[in-house]
């Protein structure tokens, strides 16, 4: 079974605070994302990554960035967190030969509050 | 660019009937693939269907199918036979299906809150 693990569940951190998510996938999946879903406006892509060390910004890319120093580890980083911030965070891995059906799996979700 | 537009918020049904979930969406690429996707309250995002843009037949999956008409971007999902377990928020995605350049990232919907009535 593929798994996409994110490391935590839920979180609370004060303003001002560097924030860490961390995904790890088991599929040697070239592929990673991290999405924000916010209520009404559904999932938005933050960064995804394609290889080690490569990344590249997605839609809403401001006050994250992200590491991929190994090819089964993605991690979202909050410099410093912010009120505006407090959402779930989803991660997701794909096969780059993927091209049809069910190819792109999903973490079970971070939910963030920043206070 | 992108873009995949679900105009009903939120949806009632009631137990045993069909209900469709509105979809469309706007690419100006011939090839493209169509996903919703269904995620209960604990969070996780559970693959539905697919369907190809090359596909001719509308994708199936048991109660789930997905109604495909290209010319007009729609990729509605139907529901039959609606179960209490099914109340869930439903999303709608599209991948473009192109091999060069980046990863092949999901453009999402902002989803429909189905509620299934005893």
């Known amino acids: 079974d593929v798994k996409v693990t994110q490391s935590s569940r839920y979180l609370v951190k004060r303003t001002g605070e560097k924030v860490f998510l961390e995904c790890v996938q088991d599929m040697d999946h070239e592929n990673m994302f991290w999405y924000r879903q916010d209520p009404g406006l559904g999932l938005r892509l933050i960064y995804f990554s394609y290889d080690v060390k490569m990344k590249e910004k997605g839609d809403i890319p401001e006050g994250y960035s992200v590491s991929r120093e190994k090819k089964e580890r993605f991690s979202l980083i909050l410099e410093s967190a912010s009120t505006n911030q407090t959402s779930m965070y989803l991660c997701?891995?794909?096969?780059?030969?993927?091209?049809?059906?069910?190819?792109?799996?999903f973490g079970e979700g971070s939910w963030l509050t920043v206070v | 660019a992108q873009k995949i537009t679900q105009t009903q918020p939120g949806m009632f049904v009631q137990e045993k009937e069909a209900v469709t979930l509105d979809c469309t969406y706007d690419t100006s690429d011939q090839s493209y693939g169509l996903f919703w996707y269904k995620q209960p309250s604990s969070g996780e995002m559970i693959f539905l269907i697919y369907q190809g843009s090359y596909d001719e037949q509308n994708a199936t999956e048991g109660r789930y199918s997905l109604n495909f008409q290209k010319a007009r971007k729609s990729a509605n999902l139907v529901i039959s036979a609606s179960q209490l377990g099914d109340s869930a928020m439903y999303f709608c995605a599209m991948r473009e299906d192109k091999v060069t350049g980046s990863a092949r990232q999901l453009t999402f919907g902002s989803g429909t809150q189905l509620t299934v009535l005893p």
């Open positions: 997701a891995s794909s096969s780059i030969d993927g091209i049809s059906g069910n190819t792109i799996y």
